[in-house]
């Protein structure tokens, strides 16, 4: 079992540039989400999904998308990046019957 | 959703019992309460649940008061590995896809 798994681990994009930020988990959990932290502080909810082509808006929606088209995927994509961007990202997963989410090793971005 | 509040930070020696409170004065009846760790560039990790009064696990202990407005979390004879960060965390038992985070409490632990 891998787990969440986050690709890339670093990314380094100038603004204006997008991307995509993968994730994927093979626990077979119904429920993804993908939050940012931004230096000393929480953990932000960008957006989140309760199964396959179901998706809803966290805290911080705006500037990113995200979709849903398989259990296992949920990329994060960014439309056009900008400095305010730059932050660190970790999806998360969890089995809706579960007290915990699992969190993958973040992906830290840039926007330069 | 209920806000907590916690201190920004904490510093403890090695062995001993290290305790963390949470206050959420307006936690819903539905809640649970949850303490997640989070290491330096990694992603948070689970560490205990619980409604009221005590649970207990192999890693922790979740001290809980009648009245739910505060909750501790304690660790016993800490290690320097156990320097973190410790978010308590409020909310419905199955809304694990949409956690509220607050800035949590920075534990540093010296030898």
């Known amino acids: 079992n891998a787990g969440v798994t986050q690709t890339p681990k670093f990314q380094v994009l100038k603004t204006g540039q997008s991307m995509t930020l993968q994730c994927a988990q093979d626990m077979n959990h119904e429920y993804m989400s993908w939050y940012r932290q931004d230096p000393g502080m929480g953990l932000r909810l960008i957006h989140y999904s309760v199964g396959a082509g179901i998706t809803d808006q966290g805290e911080v929606p705006n500037g990113y998308n995200v979709s849903r088209s398989t259990t296992e995927d949920f990329p994060l994509r960014l439309l056009s990046a900008a400095p305010s961007q730059t932050s660190v990202y970790f999806c998360?997963?969890?089995?809706?019957?579960?007290?915990?989410?699992?969190f993958g090793q973040g992906t830290r971005l840039t926007v330069v | 959703l209920a806000k907590t509040t916690q201190p920004i930070s904490m510093d403890s020696y090695e062995g001993q019992e290290v305790n963390i409170t949470c206050s959420h004065n307006?936690?819903?009846?539905?809640?649970?309460i949850t303490w997640y760790q989070q290491f330096p560039s990694q992603g948070p990790r689970f560490i205990i649940q619980g409604y009221k009064t005590k649970v207990t696990n192999e890693v922790a202990s979740l001290f809980i008061p009648a009245d739910r407005k505060s909750s501790t979390l304690s660790l016993p004879r800490v290690s320097l590995s156990d320097t973190a960060v410790y978010y308590c965390?409020?909310?419905?038992?199955?809304?694990?896809?949409?956690?509220?985070f607050g800035t949590g409490t920075l534990l540093a632990v010296q030898p």
């Open positions: 998360a997963s969890s089995y809706m019957e579960n007290t915990e989410a699992f």
């Open positions: 307006n936690i819903a009846t539905n809640d649970y």
């Open positions: 965390l409020v909310g419905d038992k199955g809304a694990t896809n949409k956690l509220i």
